[in-house]
């Protein structure tokens, strides 16, 4: 397996939900040693990482979430099962029947699956609707809450979907979960990794944020402590290439500019120029509009006195599940993509865009 993707696996593996992201905090904080000038953590638990290749230059925030679609523990019943809440957005009809980890206070893994009825026991009314997600539960293999005790889950407890990072037959494809959003961590560590050894004309924090899969939350937060002038958030994005979709998104095809979501319009001379590199490096790209939903550039782009901002988006299937699949080459092309940027943002650059 290339060195990258096994940054990735490791990334992917690591269990960190909106309000419990320490596995990959510190992850994230080992990786910047040797790479950031300086670390610092904000009070919400954001980690930024600062590379300072022209001391006045512009400042530009790099961002990629570090939490991931998830569940706490609620309650434990006396019969041993788990009671629990979504973190993030979730659909009920794609978590039956899925393993999870609950990871204790100590650190503890617990395997465990969300429990399902059988076909046989269901009612005629309970097959043609999907359970709704309060009535579910999840089971750790004990007879009693008092043996899951034992085992130190309790109430607050992270729990993660568990999948191992796998190649597809076609080593192109790639398979796992919390792409949503380790491919950001990964891309943001990659970028700084490209410059350890440039004189890029301006201040780049590379920031992992925190809970953003409940609001975009440790994207304010960071902004306030970075005040960014321009801003770039990498997240996942929408393959629709589907059957039954529209294949506006398509995996293989490149890294998504976004030109709006629900939390921004993206800001159209960033985009400009996000095109003119690809063009002129030849590399792929693609649109992408999402009417729902939103990235930590909806928070970073009215930090401040504003900083024009973009999403640049992975192609993914399958998101907010417990498995997801990306195309290798639209994670090194969006490497390529935002690496070349960073190093042409100089002030010149910036204030241009900032009349354009």
């Known amino acids: 397996m290339e060195k990258k993707l096994i940054e990735l696996k490791k990334l992917t593996e690591l269990n960190a939900v909106p309000g419990n992201e320490g596995e990959c905090r510190r992850y994230m904080a080992k990786r910047f040693e040797g790479l950031a000038d300086e670390v610092v953590l904000d009070n919400l638990g954001s980690i930024i990482g600062s590379k300072i290749g022209a001391e006045h230059g512009p400042r530009i925030m790099l961002a990629g979430h570090m939490d991931e679609v998830g569940f706490m523990v609620t309650e434990i019943e006396k019969s041993g099962f788990i009671k629990f809440t979504p973190l993030g957005g979730w659909w009920s009809q794609v978590m039956l029947a899925q393993q999870l980890t609950i990871t204790t206070g ?118 306030n402590l970075v005040q960014p002038e321009i801003a770039i958030a990498v997240d996942v994005g929408i393959a629709d290439d589907t059957p039954g979709c529209d294949n506006k998104g398509v995996m293989g095809k490149g890294p998504q500019l976004t030109l709006k979501d629900a939390s921004m319009v993206g800001h159209k001379g960033l985009r400009e120029l996000c095109v003119k590199i690809c063009e002129e490096l030849e590399i792929p790209f693609q649109y992408q509009v999402l009417n729902g939903g939103g990235t930590d550039a909806g928070a970073m782009h009215v930090a401040g006195n504003g900083a024009p901002s973009i999403s640049i988006g992975i192609p993914s299937r399958y998101i907010h599940s417990h498995t997801s699949m990306i195309h290798k080459q639209d994670y090194y092309n969006a490497t390529k993509l935002i690496t070349e940027l960073v190093m042409r943002l100089d002030r010149d650059t910036v204030n241009h865009l900032l009349m354009s």
């Open 106 to 223: 100590e650190g503890k893994h617990i395997h465990g699956v969300t429990g399902s009825k059988p076909p046989h026991i269901l009612k005629p009314a309970e097959r043609t609707k999907p359970v709704e997600i309060d009535t579910m539960f999840i089971d750790v293999g004990v007879a009693s809450k008092e043996e899951a005790e034992a085992l130190g889950i309790k109430p607050g407890d992270m729990i993660t979907p568990f999948i191992d990072f796998r190649e597809m037959a076609n080593k192109d494809y790639l398979l796992g979960k919390a792409f949503d959003n380790r491919i950001g961590c990964a891309i943001a560590l990659d970028v700084m990794d490209n410059l350890k050894d440039a004189q890029h004309p301006n201040q780049l924090f590379s920031v992992g944020t925190v809970q953003e899969e409940v609001g975009l939350r440790g994207a304010r937060t960071a902004s």
